[in-house]
Nanobody, 112 residues
Framework: QVQLVESGGGLVQAGGSLRLSCVASGRAFNSNAMGWYRQAPGKQRELVTLITSGGNIVYSDSVKGRFTISRDNAKNTVYLQMNSLKPEDTAIYYC??????WGQGTQVTVSS
């Protein structure tokens, strides 16, 4: 059974940075794409970014140039470096191992 555990969320002022981590277990990590999604209050969950097993990366337009996804296959971990944070980045951030495994989420709150 796949288990994904996120960490690194918190409260930060606008313009600040946070680094999220997601440790995966239970499935061959380096064979699957990994992604970060977020869900703000009253909104649908949306894709933030993903990285394939081959290292190809996709970013949503809203975070391009500010967020960076990376993965360490030796540590079964995917990271999300978030810089220049804005209040509209406030959401619960979820890690996903494709095709269908999710973490429990970590809260990110950006104050203005």
């Amino acid at each position: 059974q796949v288990q994904l555990v996120e960490s690194g969320g918190g409260l930060v002022q606008a313009g600040g940075s946070l680094r999220l981590s997601c440790v995966a277990s239970g499935r061959a990590f380096n064979s699957n794409a990994m992604g970060w999604y977020r869900q703000a209050p009253g909104k649908q969950r949306e894709l933030v970014t993903l990285i394939t097993s081959g290292g190809n990366i996709v970013y949503s337009d809203s975070v391009k140039g500010r967020f960076t996804i990376s993965r360490d296959n030796a540590k079964n971990t995917v990271y999300l470096q978030m810089n220049s944070l804005k209040p509209e980045d406030t959401a619960i951030y979820y890690c996903k191992q494709f095709p269908d495994s999710w973490g429990q989420g970590t809260q990110v709150t950006v104050s203005s």
